[in-house]
């Protein structure tokens, strides 16, 4: 197959596993929705109303987040409870065209959580086009990354019944503990550096930045907080995942 | 040319209870074009070879070659050549029959009218067209197994292997599904199916290999299946004649509340001019591959170990 056929395929599977599914199975997507929304209302209800654009980008970035466990659930699932990657992979289709469809599938999902979090996001703090382009490049890093780890997590898997509680685990640490929802300014400065053990806060402080928030530099490690580092934390932590991903695939069972 | 050639091929699995011999220096030739049956008890080893000539799985030694490339060192133009209905495999939830058999084949690489027609047709001939707009979430449990198989036979591949395809299948529907895969071999594919069914290897293959424990036993044409165990008429026995009796004139299986007994021709002329002496019922009739399979794989058991069929 031609580059252009595969290109053809990851279209086609992001369609049918993606758009197809949200017209079909509307009440799914509504759950994305719930998490995310639930946590900006009660930070609306509890915490100064400074603090709430920051809601509204941890909404957007936990949203581009959770991608990652969608990937991860589904791709474990498909393997292991349907057999349906075997009969993918047991084709012309590129085992990387497969991974690449049902990230966008994934992605397609988050459509229309993430345009409503932008609308809010207009209402409580004035945004130009720009922003909106900066916030959807940052999306787009993020499902990068995240649906990178989801893949990798999921070729971990030998069972059905592991996969749930692993997923609430890291993708939940990974969207409430770090600075996702709230400033990284709540953080007391000399330990603000521990955040950035998590990938998620590179991708929510450039959501910030993005949306013209004022981000802390951090005064341990300065650098840190700045655009072309965080960029360049969430690439290359993408290769990595991607990378490993690949690496233990299971295409061929060993 | 052949479509398949394995050597030596053999798998072990590291199991929770030590290690498990899957295939044992299995030597297998399927030539191309033809329909091919596995036969074997659960765990004999089927999947695993299907696995393996998929490259799904690695083996842990010897080789085999679809029409001559080798599938270990060539995964990527193996797959090209292949299709697969995996055992217990499913189908999407929100996706209709259409959809899966259309998508399917576009993900290969089919044109959209390509992928339409050929929809059409694998549709019509497993009889999905009444269901082809339904979600397989709401398709029953054979619905979905033949969506599967539709989209899979769908594709023409060289080399399609199909395991177990008619599972949880009407007895209508796998006839349909017989048709298919044989219009599918007539079209120039190698087909390699397992089944439990024994009337349906019988209808179905031309050749066939019962494994069992990850050996070969036999390979060859169903009748030569049944003439191999030379025994060629099958009686059928409700009561009258105690196994012992029995043993004495061929191979004896305890079965619908009776007993079944494989003998000869002239055994049997004996048997009936007994049972009439003893005006007992007896049911005649020719040897099943069944009845052949269970022979043949009867004895192996009993050669490895002689208290398992006790
Ligand atoms: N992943 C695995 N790990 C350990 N052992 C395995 C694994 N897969 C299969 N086995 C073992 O290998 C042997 C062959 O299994 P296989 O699935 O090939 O049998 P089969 O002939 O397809 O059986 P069935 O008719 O039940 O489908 C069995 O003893 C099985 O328990
Ligand atoms: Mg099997």
């Not at chain 2, 060859?220 to 003439?227: F, I, Q, R, V, Y």
Request: glycine residues 8%.
């Amino acid at each position: 197959m031609t580059w252009r056929t595969q290109a053809n395929a990851i279209w086609r599977i992001c369609y049918f596993y993606g758009f197809l599914a949200l017209r079909r199975q509307p009440l799914l997507f509504i759950a994305i929705f719930l998490t995310p929304l639930s946590f900006l209302f009660f930070l609306y209800v509890v915490a100064p109303h400074s603090v709430l654009p920051y809601g509204v980008t941890g909404g957007i970035m936990f949203t581009a987040l959770f991608t990652g466990n969608g990937m991860m659930t589904d791709c474990a699932y498909l393997r292991l409870e349907r057999q349906l990657q075997q009969v993918f992979v047991t084709s012309p289709l590129r085992p990387m065209s497969w991974i690449l469809g049902m990230a966008l599938g994934e992605l397609a999902w988050t459509i229309p959580a993430i345009g409503l979090f932008l609308f809010v996001l207009a209402i409580v703090v004035p945004i130009g086009a720009l922003a909106v382009v900066g916030l959807v490049g940052v999306v787009l890093l993020t499902w990068l990354l995240s649906t990178s780890l989801g893949f990798l997590l999921s070729t971990f898997f030998r069972q059905l019944r592991e996969i749930w509680p692993i997923g609430a685990v890291v993708f939940t640490s990974l969207s409430v503990l770090p600075p996702v929802f709230y400033p990284i300014a709540a953080i007391p400065a000399d330990y603000r550096w521990v955040a950035f053990f998590s990938p998620s806060t590179f991708a929510s402080q450039l959501a910030d930045h993005a949306a013209g928030l004022s981000v802390p530099t951090i005064s341990v490690l300065p650098g840190l907080s700045s655009i072309p580092v965080e960029v360049a934390g969430m690439v290359v932590l993408t290769l990595l995942f991607a990378a490993m991903a690949m690496r233990l695939a299971r295409w061929r069972e060993p | 040319m052949e479509a398949l050639v394995a050597r030596t091929l053999s798998k072990t699995y590291q199991g929770t209870s030590g290690i498990v011999r899957a295939l044992d220096s299995v030597e297998m030739t399927i030539a191309k074009g033809r329909l091919f049956s596995f036969l074997g008890r659960n765990g004999a080893g089927k999947t695993t070879f299907i696995k393996i000539a998929s490259a799904l799985l690695l083996p842990t030694a010897g080789s085999i070659q679809l029409f001559g490339i080798d599938v270990v060192e060539h995964a990527r133009e193996i797959r090209e050549r292949i299709a697969i209905v995996p055992q217990e495999g499913k189908p999407f939830y929100h996706l209709t029959p259409r959809e899966h058999v259309e998508e399917y084949l576009r993900v290969r690489g089919a044109t959209r009218e390509t992928a339409r027609s050929r929809a059409d047709e694998v549709l019509e001939d497993m009889g999905l067209l009444p269901y082809q707009h339904i979600p397989a979430m709401v398709l029953s449990g054979g619905l979905q197994q033949r969506t599967l198989v539709a989209m899979v036979l769908a594709t023409e591949a060289p080399f399609l292997f199909l395991d177990e395809p008619t599972l949880g299948m009407d007895p209508f529907a796998r006839r349909q599904v017989w048709d298919v895969i044989r219009h599918a071999a007539r079209k120039g594919s190698t087909v390699l199916l397992t089944t439990h069914y024994l009337d349906e290897a019988e209808q179905l293959s031309e050749e066939l290999a019962v494994i069992e424990g990850g050996h070969v036993l036999y390979q060859g044409t169903p009748d030569a299946l049944k003439s191999k165990v030379r025994q060629e008429i099958r009686l059928h026995f409700d009561t009258g004649f105690t196994r012992e009796e029995l043993a004495a004139y061929g191979e004896v299986f305890v079965e619908r509340g009776g007993l079944t007994l494989l003998t000869t021709r002239n055994r049997a002329e004996e048997l009936t001019r007994r049972s009439l002496e003893r005006k007992v019922a007896i049911n005649v009739g020719p040897v099943t591959l069944e009845e052949a399979f269970l022979t043949l794989v009867g004895r192996a058991i009993e050669e490895e170990d002689p208290e398992a069929l006790a």
